[in-house]
């Protein structure tokens, strides 16, 4: 941190900070209150139920199936097994090219290479962030005249936030090209009043430690599809079939959520509603606070839904604002709080260097210029405050 950074930051801790200057995290777990997560975990230890598959899992099935407003779904070890083995399905051939949203996690776009197939990263829209539906159909229609349409498009609710899922899905209806919403950050959240991960021919849910609610891993593949889920069952089982001994007809995974898992998982989504409403609380507190500096400006809300805000994400432009989003990091970073760029585009990142990609100037801008701030469910209102103060000493 420079010397004129360092002596801006001199606002002092609040009492509580002072008094536990414990790290903060970016967004950390945050079991119930109720104990429910350590209940169900027990009945696992108590029916010796430990290994993947069981009760729990059924049950996780059934009861998110029914509160996500989604007809099936599927347990899995992780949202990266999720969308892998939806990809599985499509039956990709080694080429075939898969477009995917560039402003995401790896992980939207490693199971395409699992296939042997070959991403073309979408840029962001500016106005969402998330997948440009206006770049994306100018791509189908030039695939489309050269007679090379892509086998899928992976489409990513970005931070909490859907896609703006109606032109995404009439363009891509148009060519008959299969969609996949990878809806991990985006648990809770509505496109015009239906759940995110109900659109296209599969949704994916991650239950990692930084989501909003974890089973210490996970993930979860819903669709309306009961054959497609019933195939990904038995494909993330190793494929297995049925016979008293181990008969194998094709590859398969072992991918298969854990009974121990799923019931930390079914313990959190009893608290599901609370942790949506906190998250849009610790946003809006954010905003009320920071919003006026010049120079931030808050992920935009599109008008369309209703973000989850699992991370409060900022755009800084250090001309106006005095500094840079990498030194109000470095500078969060001094008082042992975490916060972080938003995600790396895919088109930047050297793993998959020589891929094309279409546009890509808006994931940049904002690589270059984002931040996400602690946005844990358990923050308190003293802690938001250390936060906020420390981010307003540094505007110039």
Request: net charge negative; with cysteine; proline share 6%.
């Amino acid at each position: 941190m420079s010397e004129v950074m360092a002596r801006k930051v001199s606002r002092p801790m609040p009492a509580a900070a002072q008094e536990s200057h414990e790290r903060i995290y970016l967004s950390p777990p945050h079991m119930s209150e109720e104990g429910f997560e350590r209940a169900f975990v027990q009945e696992a230890f108590d029916s010796n139920w430990i290994a993947p598959i069981g009760p729990h899992v059924n049950e996780l099935e059934k009861e998110f199936a029914r509160q996500n407003g989604s007809l099936h779904a599927a347990a899995l070890s992780t949202g990266t097994a999720a969308l892998h083995l939806a990809l599985r399905m499509l039956d990709l051939k080694p080429g075939e090219e898969v477009f995917c949203s560039s402003l995401t996690f790896c992980a939207s776009a490693n199971p395409i290479i699992y296939e042997g197939a070959a991403p073309v990263f979408i840029d962001a829209d500016a106005r969402t962030w998330n997948m440009d539906a206006n770049l994306l159909a100018a791509e189908l229609k030039r695939c489309a005249r050269i007679n090379r349409l892509p086998r899928a498009v992976i489409v990513v609710d970005l931070y909490g936030q859907s896609a703006d899922w109606d032109p995404i899905l009439d363009v891509c209806n148009s060519y008959a090209v299969p969609v996949l919403e990878d809806a991990a950050e985006a648990l809770g959240a509505t496109y015009r009043g239906v759940r995110t991960g109900n659109f296209g021919y599969a949704g994916v849910f991650s239950f990692n430690g930084n989501k909003i609610i974890t089973g210490s891993g996970g993930g979860l593949l819903v669709s309306a599809n009961e054959e497609l889920i019933t195939k990904v069952r038995n494909l993330s089982t190793q494929a297995r079939m049925p016979a008293p001994y181990y008969q194998h007809e094709e590859i398969g995974y072992n991918y298969r959520m854990s009974n121990v898992v799923a019931g930390i998982v079914r313990g959190q989504l009893r608290v599901l509603p609370q942790r949506l409403a906190r998250k849009r609380e610790i946003f809006a507190w954010y905003r009320a606070r920071l919003e006026s500096l010049p120079g931030v400006r808050f992920m935009p809300e599109a008008d369309f839904g209703a973000s989850n805000h699992w991370l409060t994400c900022i755009q800084v432009d250090p001309h106006r604002f005095g500094v840079s989003a990498e030194e109000i990091r470095l500078a969060l970073e001094t008082y042992n709080i975490e916060s972080r760029p938003l995600w790396k585009p895919l088109h930047l990142q050297p793993v998959f260097a020589g891929c094309r990609s279409v546009g890509g100037a808006v994931s940049e801008q904002l690589f270059d210029q984002g931040l996400c701030l602690p946005s844990g469910t358990a923050l308190t209102e003293d802690q938001l405050d250390w936060i906020a103060s420390i981010v307003e000493s540094l505007h110039k």
